[in-house]
């Protein structure tokens, strides 16, 4: 079972933490994380946020972005972003790099 981490906020910058490996199928990403045995398929928008988490991002910022895309209620897409995101950070995916 992966550790506690702390919950990611929009005042943090994440980014991809280096254990899972990628592949891209259909324009869609699946990942694998060796280390807890887990394999993980995500839709075109999770895609796109993987995508974009491949350098260090600010969350408020990628929340923001995503909602001009989408022409989206900013609080709907904020809510959406930072469960995904913390999703990903409890399966050990992606790291927190700064606030």
């Not at 060796?34 to 600010?58: A, C, F, K, N, Q």
């Not at 972005?65 to 930072?82: C, F, G, I, N, P």
Request: charged share 20%.
């Amino acid at each position: 079972m992966p550790p506690t981490h702390k919950r990611i906020e929009l005042e943090d910058t994440v980014a991809w933490s280096g254990k899972p490996l990628a592949s891209e199928i259909g324009g869609e990403v699946v990942l694998m994380n060796i280390e807890l045995g887990h394999y993980y398929s995500m839709d075109d928008i999770g895609s796109e946020i993987w995508r974009s988490l491949e350098e260090p991002v600010s969350v408020a910022s990628l929340c923001q972005s995503l909602a001009a895309k989408y022409h989206a209620e900013s609080a709907t897409v904020s809510s959406d972003v930072l469960a995904f995101l913390n999703n990903l950070h409890e399966q050990e995916l992606i790291v927190v790099v700064g606030g």
